[in-house]
């Protein structure tokens, strides 16, 4: 990882100006695009107005992380592949909108660093469980890197499904078609004990791949 390049992203998030840059495109997202899709949500309750939190969807479409922004006030930050920050004025909006760079395919310890660092912060942090984007209405096996997060920073983590986006805008797309898109926002689920085994990092792990499954299937029948 490119240490400026993650200083630059962090400098930016910090400033005023991504504060208005935020509240405009989230604002734009649910006059424009949540009627675009016809959007239907559930469950925006059970997310905390405060404190550390993970929020955790499916991730079947580039449309995803988007549609959620409109979901609460707090300022969602995001991990990145660090290739989208390569490019000066597309890597400030970037930033602005609350995104880092994340090394895909490596073990990424300045991410995991920053990504600590935002939720000792009390902040809200999207991170997909699945990794890359998947495809199918069944979950795929989820990393540990939630796990090992909420573990060590006494996150909660919140599961949300999501239906629709993969027809909407699926891999290869460079635009998205118009159709019912649905969300639903699960249950928060308590962090893991900060000296929690592998093992019991594997068991709750599969406690969140459930309640992710239950934020899916919500959401599918919301359609």
């Not at 930050?77 to 390569?86: D, G, P």
């Not at 928060?188 to 406690?207: C, F, G, K, M, Q």
Request: aromatic fraction near 6%.
């Amino acid at each position: 990882m490119n240490d400026e390049i993650q200083a630059r992203a962090q400098k930016v998030a910090a400033g005023g100006a991504a504060v208005v840059v935020y509240g405009a495109v989230r604002r734009l997202i649910r006059s424009v695009l949540w009627p675009y899709f016809r959007l239907r949500e559930t469950g925006r309750g059970n997310l905390p107005a405060s404190g550390p939190v993970i929020l955790a969807p499916v991730h079947r479409s580039n449309l995803d992380a988007l549609l959620l922004a409109p979901l609460t006030r707090r300022h969602f930050r995001a991990l990145a592949k660090e290739s989208l920050f390569k490019v000066g004025p597309f890597a400030w909006l970037l930033a602005a909108l609350g995104a880092f760079p994340v090394r895909r395919g490596s073990a990424d310890r300045e991410s995991i660093r920053a990504a600590r660092s935002l939720l000792d912060g009390g902040s809200l942090l999207l991170v997909f469980p699945e990794g890359g984007r998947q495809t199918g209405d069944r979950i795929a096996d989820l990393f540990d890197g939630t796990a090992y997060l909420a573990a060590k920073t006494g996150a909660s983590v919140v599961p949300v499904g999501i239906s629709g986006t993969e027809e909407a805008m699926p891999t290869g797309s460079r635009f998205p078609r118009p159709g019912r898109v649905c969300v639903a926002v699960g249950q928060p689920i308590p962090p893991p004990d900060r000296r929690a085994p592998r093992s019991v990092l594997r068991e709750w792990t599969t406690t969140l791949t459930a309640g992710l499954q239950e934020a899916q299937d919500t959401a599918i029948s919301l359609g």
